[in-house]
Nanobody
């Protein structure tokens, strides 16, 4: 079993930066592909970024446009999402998720992920 706890959200002005962290417990977390999703009010949850267990492969949603970077530190069982040049449309609850059936492949759909955190709110003011 894996438990995920997100942190680092908050209120930031447009153009600012935040770094989200996803701290995991569980023996095998370090070998799971891990991703970030987000859900804005009134919208469906959507894929943001994901990274394989080794950190050698990552994928981003088109709307990221080079502004976000996902990374991981397996020794600390933590995955990060560095978000720069934030826009008001980035306002959402951000969720961390881990895919226990995937380690070598980046996956972008929700059903591939088995473990989810509770989310952290990111609000970007204009």
């Amino acid at each position: 079993q894996v438990q995920l706890v997100e942190s680092g959200g908050g209120l930031v002005q447009a153009g600012g930066s935040l770094r989200l962290s996803c701290a995991a417990s569980g023996r095998f977390f370090s070998i799971y592909t891990t991703g970030w999703f987000r859900q804005a009010p009134g919208k469906e949850r959507e894929f943001v970024a994901a990274i394989t267990w080794s950190g050698t492969s990552a994928r981003y949603a088109d709307f990221v446009e080079g502004r976000f970077t996902i990374s991981r530190d397996n020794a600390k069982k933590t995955v990060y999402l560095q978000m720069n040049s934030l826009k008001p449309e980035d306002t959402a609850v951000y969720y961390c998720a881990a895919a226990r059936r995937q380690s070598l492949v980046v996956v972008t759909t929700e059903y591939e992920y088995d473990y989810w955190g509770q989310g952290t709110q990111v609000t970007v003011s204009s």
